[in-house]
């Protein structure tokens, strides 16, 4: 069982990234899967999770909602993360998290800073 992200990098504030996390070894669409992120010095904070197949709906945190929309192509066996209009203090590591059995990708670096 194993979850991987990507798609971090630097942007500008106000810019917008696209985060993966692809799924394998389990039956991806079964789970529901989450976004989390820890900025430096900081704990690590849940930013969006996602449902699986039999009801998709999908959840924020206050912070970014209207700017983040989470989404899952089950075909492809990923989970997205649209990240807009993002803000200098949503620099940090980016995880996807699998809870039921508690699995974690290994996290992708998103500076946001001019």
């Known amino acids: 069982v194993q979850l991987q992200a990507s798609g971090g990098g630097l942007v500008q504030p106000g810019g917008s990234l696209r985060l993966s996390c692809a799924g394998s070894?389990?039956?991806?669409?079964?789970?529901?899967i989450g976004w989390f992120r820890q900025a430096p010095g900081k704990e690590r904070e849940r930013v969006s999770c996602?449902?699986?197949?039999?009801?998709?709906?999908?959840g924020y945190a206050r912070s970014v909602k209207g700017r983040f929309t989470i989404s899952r192509d089950n075909a492809k066996n990923t989970v997205y993360l649209q990240m807009n209009s993002l803000k200098p203090e949503e620099t940090g590591v980016y995880y996807c998290?699998?809870?039921?059995?508690?699995?974690w990708g290994q996290g992708t670096q998103v500076t946001v800073s001019s």
């Open positions: 998290h699998m809870g039921y059995w508690d699995v």
């Open positions: 996602i449902s699986s197949h039999e009801s998709i709906t999908s």
């Open positions: 070894g389990f039956n991806f669409e079964d789970y529901a």
